[in-house]
């Protein structure tokens, strides 16, 4: 069929056969999933998950095509129920005549609960054979019963080389192509690589777009530059994409890379994102994983939270950026989570140990006549406000929770720490904190 030349260039080049298809090795290896059903396999439900522009709705198509199916195609942005109960009537006609279905649901992911389930018995009878498309995580936002009746396959954005032949294609196809010589300059060709960002809807989005303002056969990188400018990034903040991002910068933080965090920063607040988000991320990391090897952490990022709060955009962008490089420089400790984990765990196979009666609050006089604060011993009574006490239930005396890391500052909260220990084994205090 020839290719309709007022459709966009995207649809137009979008492969007709296996052969086309570019990217996605891992799926189309010998042996994999994908290569069974392309090569004449079952064809069980799938969903694709993947980035926009990595092929989903095209491996639809071209499974729809192998099996002969009848191509049924829905979006969860413009259907519901009704549009479900329209579908399967007339693939239960086909059935009968002997032809089967694919349906292909794009964006799968936002249809609700009772719209998933509407699928389920005719997934499991096989009326249709569901195909659907998500760029989030199908663990979160599918229900467990369709989930079990269909195989995911993810989708890795496309790689340069895979984009590389998309463009080659585009502008060597007279037919479905662009339709006319243009030729790119070499800037413009590394440009409009790196501005599809793996999606090779918006490279061909961009290539016609700069062919357009070119006004000639030659198209130069400002060309080009124009014509992505005109694209917004895409970037879900409600989805993967702002959890990814996030993930990538606490991650870079961690791993005291300060060059790489600014940088998944500074996609961040380019996508639009709320710099609150991120600041709020680095308040957590402070603790998480710099924790008391530099108390200060903490500090600089409530800071910037604040400061962000006081001052707005962009200015507060800049105590955002102090902020990141402090935490990707400083030193390391992840002793406040494992000492959390350890008192909670502590805490749940001993949930019921009561508190020793000298530990115990002894607001009236029936409270203190039951022995409530009976023998408890006020430390700033004594050298230094440490005695000779016990503080935890006779069970557990002895047990370690708080396990101090000798990095950085808490270096010299680990020496205070055992020194208070060591007080309170002996009950002599003939020493202050700051002793060596």
Known sequence: ????????????????????????????????????????????????????????????????????????????????????????????????????????????????????????????????????????????????????????????????????????????DRERGLGRPVALAPEASALLLEAAGGDARRLLGILESAADLAGGPRVEAAVVRAAAQTLVPAYDRSGDDRYDLLSALHKSLRGSDADAALFWMGRMLEAGEDPRVIARRLVAMASEDVGLADPGALATAVHALAALEFLGQPEGELALTQAVIHLATAPKSNSVVRALGAARDLARRHPDLPVPLHLRNAPTALARAEGHGAGYRYPHDHPHAVVAQDYLPPALLGQRIYEPHEVGAEREVARRHAWWQRQRARGAADEGPGAS
């Open 1 to 172: 069929m020839p290719a309709d030349p007022r459709a966009p260039l995207a649809d137009r080049l979008r492969p007709r056969g296996p052969d086309e298809l570019e990217g996605q090795e891992h799926l189309r290896a010998p042996g994999s999933l994908l290569a069974r059903i392309l090569a004449g396999g079952p064809l069980p439900s799938l969903v694709l998950w993947g980035p926009p522009g990595s092929g989903k709705t095209t491996i639809a198509r071209l499974l729809a095509g192998r099996e002969d199916l009848a191509f049924e195609a829905l979006s969860a942005v413009t259907s519901g129920v009704k549009d479900v109960r329209e579908v399967i009537a007339r693939a239960r006609e086909r059935r009968a005549e002997g032809r089967g279905t694919l349906l292909f649901v794009d964006e799968i992911h936002r249809f609700n609960r009772a719209q998933q389930d509407a699928f389920l018995p005719h997934v499991e009878d096989g009326t249709v054979v569901l195909v659907g498309a998500t760029t989030e995580n199908p663990g979160f936002s599918l229900v467990g019963a369709l989930l079990s009746r269909v195989r995911v396959l993810r989708l890795d954005p496309l790689g340069p080389a895979a984009l590389e032949r998309i463009l080659e294609r585009a502008l060597g």
